[in-house]
């Protein structure tokens, strides 16, 4: 193919350099996004691209990188590139699906725990010396056994998300396009429309992609229908949920509270949310386990290897670039 410039937008847990001995590749060294203008600066003679999540690959973008063959993304989603655009050139997609499922589940129970039972608030409480012995209405918070969990969106996290609750004897309503049957034998979980989910939800938790139309999915009125002191959990997007909209529930208690590991404009954080003790926010950790961050940079390599080796990459996302 001629090709012979790899470049990755930031340090992985895997050291390209090493693998692809035959080609020169650049790293981003800094720990921060990438400027805007230092990538297409860069990307103007790269073959193969490795951004984040956190890299905007757009049209313009695209149209610099004029030797691009490949974009292996290293996230699960890939609402970061014009995948369109992408196919119309020829440039092939991967992104790294799957490997982080388990991690990301994990991280959203990890909320619904901690807004739950108020663990920041005790935390906080604790440190600042307030704790003068136990009280029997000290911190009051939610008991989640035989509860109703609704989960918006059962592909693989949320199967994933839905399946940890077993143990906890939850009933499950989940909303999808699709019949999942996994869940349905599992946990005896019944596939609703969005409506029936939030009205009879004790916990809500977020596991949809961002697209135009799950763009601003949960606003103003998704929240009039949510059970008071309802719990709602996103570790998927930030704009799936109308930010000023969930600060409004948040604010006048329509909401029990919240879980936030995604943020609409991330990474800028609202500074309303910053000041209320009723929601748990976390840097965008779903998948940061030693294990699944590994993961995610040998399904990124692997995907580079199959294309240079003419075979199909294993999580490739417009597999219509084969036919060009």
């Known amino acids: 193919m001629g090709l012979k410039r790899i470049f990755v937008t930031r340090k992985l847990p895997i050291d390209f350099k090493k693998i692809f001995t035959d080609f020169e590749i650049e790293v981003w060294e800094e720990d921060r996004v990438i400027p805007r203008e230092v ?52 440039i092939m997609v991967t992104n790294t699906p799957g490997v982080l499922s388990d991690a990301t589940a994990e991280l959203a129970w990890a909320l619904v725990f901690a807004v739950a039972r108020r663990v920041l608030e005790g935390d906080k409480f604790v440190r600042e010396g307030k704790f003068r012995g ?21 592909g693989r996290i949320g199967t994933s998300f839905a399946l940890k609750s077993k143990g906890l004897g939850m009933k499950v309503l989940y909303y999808n396009r699709s019949k999942r049957s996994v869940v349905e034998d599992a946990l005896g979980a019944q596939k609703v429309d969005l409506e029936y989910l939030l009205r009879n939800s ?31 959990v996103n570790t998927a997007r930030g704009a799936i949920v109308e930010e000023r909209a969930l600060i409004d529930a948040l604010k006048n208690r329509k909401l029990f509270g919240a879980g936030l590991d995604v943020y609409e404009s991330e990474p800028e954080i609202s500074p309303e949310l910053l000041k209320l003790d009723n929601v748990v926010l976390l840097p965008h950790i779903g998948s940061a386990t030693f294990k699944t961050r590994i993961k995610m940079a040998e399904l990124v390599m692997e995907n580079i290897k199959a294309f240079l080796e003419g075979r199909r990459p294993p999580t490739i996302v417009n597999p219509e670039v084969l036919e060009k």
């Open 202 to 232: 004790d916990v809500v938790s977020i596991h949809l992609p961002l697209t135009p139309e799950t763009y601003h999915l949960i606003g103003d009125t998704e929240f009039q229908l949510m059970k008071e002191n309802a719990i709602l």
């Open 39 to 90: 990538l297409e600066d860069r990307i103007r003679d790269v073959d193969i691209l490795v951004p984040l999540l956190t890299d905007r690959i757009d049209e313009n973008i695209i149209e610099k990188a004029q030797n691009l063959k490949m974009i292996a993304n290293y996230a699960a989603g890939y609402d970061n590139i014009d995948v369109e655009a992408c196919t119309e050139r020829g």
């Open 134 to 154: 136990w009280s029997p209405t000290l911190l009051l918070g939610m008991e989640l056994s035989g509860k109703t969990l609704g989960v918006i969106g059962c």
